[in-house]
């Protein structure tokens, strides 16, 4: 068992499991974004790292269905950030939360020797789209076209320069796709691991496997931080699903189907 699973089977409480816990009509969901491990500050502007860093944790309310309302921000800065600096990475955090219609209400700042931010979404929804739910017969799916981030984040490892309009800088959250079609969809949850430990994840909960109808290049695999969605569709909304992807101009591809055996993929965890 890696040290994030370990860590997680230590925590025993029901709400855990989701990109979010489901509590009532609210969801509640954290991520860290921390510099070293999820970015470098040469490699991209303070907007830009302040924008992706309330990105990747809006994407997990997108992912459960759910409207941001509220969110908490924890700051770790280091002495050579500036008060310009401050007023740059607080007005891009206060902007793509407006985008979502998400007030940040709070939190909290620290001294440190990095750029680390700690982020919470309250958001509601009357409708969570879940991990759970899949049975033998379903079919497994993505949006978008998966390996970008990754294929990117090696050329920036190399000193390379790539596109302000990667997904590795700007993620791509399919709000209007998961709106519209949740109530034909059985399960989700975002691609932040890689789509090959993250279809793990979910059908390790379900206790099924799958069996694969398309090939899944290794760099389509691995690819992680795509913040695309991984979703369960019913063999009798499939159509429906794919047209409503059509309509919102979202990339959609089904990849294999949920069979009742023990198969997964192979996978090596990103947070270690």
């Known amino acids: 068992m890696n040290k994030e699973d370990y860590l997680i089977s230590k925590i025993s409480s029901s709400y855990v499991g989701d990109d979010g816990a489901v509590v009532g009509d609210k969801v509640y969901s954290m991520d860290a974004f921390f510099e070293g491990i999820h970015f470098k500050r040469e490699w991209m502007n303070l907007s830009q790292i302040a924008r992706k860093a309330m990105l ?21 800065l280091p002495n050579d950030i500036s008060l310009e600096d401050i007023d740059i990475i607080v007005e891009s955090l206060h902007k793509v939360a407006s985008e979502y219609g998400c007030e940040i209400i709070g939190g909290d700042t620290i001294a440190g020797e990095r750029l680390d ?27 978008g ?11 920036l490892f190399k000193g390379e320069k790539i596109s302000n309009s990667s997904k590795f800088i700007e993620p791509i959250l399919r709000k209007e796709f998961i ?8 399960a989700g949850m975002d691609i932040s691991d890689g789509l090959f430990c993250d279809t ?11 069996e694969l109808l398309e090939e899944i290049s290794e760099e389509e695999g691995i690819s992680g931080e795509e913040y695309e969605m991984l979703v369960g569709v019913s063999s009798t909304y499939i159509d429906i699903v794919e047209k409503i992807a059509k309509e919102t101009e ?22 270690f």
């Not at 931010?117 to 949006?143: C, H, V």
């Not at 981030?149 to 050329?155: A, E, F, P, Q």
């Not at 793990?200 to 799958?210: D, Q, S, V």
């Not at 949920?258 to 965890?269: A, D, I, Q, R, Y």
């Open 200 to 210: 793990n994840k979910m059908l390790k909960i379900n206790k099924i496997g799958f």
């Open 117 to 143: 931010f700690s982020i919470t979404i309250i958001s509601q929804t009357d409708n969570p789209l879940t991990r759970k739910g899949l049975k033998e017969g379903d079919f497994l799916a993505y949006t």
């Open 56 to 76: 990747v944790n809006i994407s997990d309310a997108i992912a459960m269905n759910a409207k941001p309302l509220y969110a908490l921000v924890t700051l770790s």
């Open 250 to 271: 979202t990339p959609f591809k089904i990849f294999a189907k949920v069979t009742n055996n023990s198969k997964e993929f192979n996978c090596l965890n990103h947070h």
């Open 179 to 186: 709106e519209k079609s949740r109530k034909y969809l059985i």
């Open 145 to 155: 076209v998966l390996g970008e981030s990754k294929r990117d984040l090696d050329r």
